[in-house]
């Protein structure tokens, strides 16, 4: 496995690997733990079954223009020595972690890309985090540009993300296939995230309850009946939203919806404990292979 840091190595590495040198792509931003080490071995096996020379490759760069707090852009854990020994032990053939100045060229930068439906208006993310999208359809503009990869993996943990890429390739033509990452959990099924670290040990107990809603969800009859579940289980905690939606657009569903309604749909949860916001989603209802049934 190689690292690049410079854009003297990464001129060479690009000569190597055209046209895709991007392999499987696994964009991070560090601070990898076991969710990220799940991609990076799919990412690994998705280039070896179909023959794609590159590999999976990892970018590790902490992009400023997604924070839309800049003490959650300073305090974001920077740990690449750890990084790099999981990236190997997962399967990865190479790591980008790019500078600034790579990432966002001066004066060769294209314009930012309009934002896709599924990333405005939608009273998720994109209202709780204003210019966050902006800032990631960006950096993925970016990075597909710098790094053209056949594929690309994004974790369903953040499912407003995964559906803001996928939309992303499609209008602006990419070749680049996205494909989805299922979330990674702790014992207690909380979804593994870089910030629970930041999560004082009441609060780690309290955040529980995230996944416990999702599954609370799963035994009530009706859209409206299974957001008030979630609302009463996430009951104290602050909750940003707990809402169900169409799956493939994040459009809101009328309240009375039945379970066994045809549309696709997902559950999807944004809390905040004390300064960590946590996020977490599920299909509504739950597949018979979900862990979450067993909680
Ligand atoms: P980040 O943690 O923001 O650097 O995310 C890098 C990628 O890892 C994104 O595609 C995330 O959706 C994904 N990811 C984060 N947490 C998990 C998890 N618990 N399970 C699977 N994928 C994850």
Not at 114 to 141: C, S
Not at 233 to 242: G, P, Q, R, V
Not at 266 to 274: F, K, Q, S, V
Request: proline share 10%; with cysteine.
């Amino acid at each position: 496995m190689r690292t690049i840091r410079s854009a003297e190595q990464l001129t060479g590495y690009l000569q190597q690997y055209q046209p895709h040198p991007g392999g499987v792509l696994v964009p991070t931003m560090g601070a990898l733990h076991q969710g990220h080490e799940a991609l990076i071995r799919q990412a690994a096996h998705y280039a070896q079954q179909h023959n794609i020379p590159a590999g999976c490759v990892v970018t590790i760069f902490v992009n400023p223009t997604q924070f839309n707090e800049p003490q959650d852009y300073q305090r974001y854990p920077r740990t690449l020595e750890q990084d790099t020994i999981r990236c190997q032990n997962a399967g990865a053939k190479t790591i980008v972690a790019p500078t600034i100045e790579m990432v966002y060229p001066k004066g060769l930068d294209a314009p930012a890309p309009t934002l896709p439906a599924v990333a405005k208006d939608k009273g998720l993310e994109d209202q709780y985090r204003p210019g966050h999208f902006q800032g990631v359809a960006k950096v993925l503009q970016n990075l597909f540009t710098m790094l053209p990869p056949t594929a690309a993996i994004f974790g369903e943990k953040d499912y407003q993300q995964l559906l803001l890429a996928q939309a992303l390739v499609r209008q602006l033509n990419l070749p680049i296939e996205i494909l989805p990452g299922p979330t990674v959990r702790d014992h207690d099924a909380l979804a593994l995230s870089s910030r629970n670290r930041f999560l004082s040990g009441q609060q780690r107990l309290a955040a529980s309850a995230i996944p416990q809603a999702l599954r609370n969800a799963h035994d009530q009859p009706t859209i409206a009946r299974a957001q008030a579940a979630m609302h009463d289980t996430l009951a104290h905690l602050s909750i940003e939203y707990a809402t169900i939606r169409h799956a493939h657009t994040l459009e809101t569903l009328p309240p009375d919806t039945p379970q066994d309604a045809t549309c696709p749909r997902r559950a999807i949860i944004a809390c905040r404990l004390g300064d960590t916001r946590l996020l977490d989603n599920a299909p509504w209802p739950l597949p018979p292979d979900s862990p979450l049934r067993n909680l």
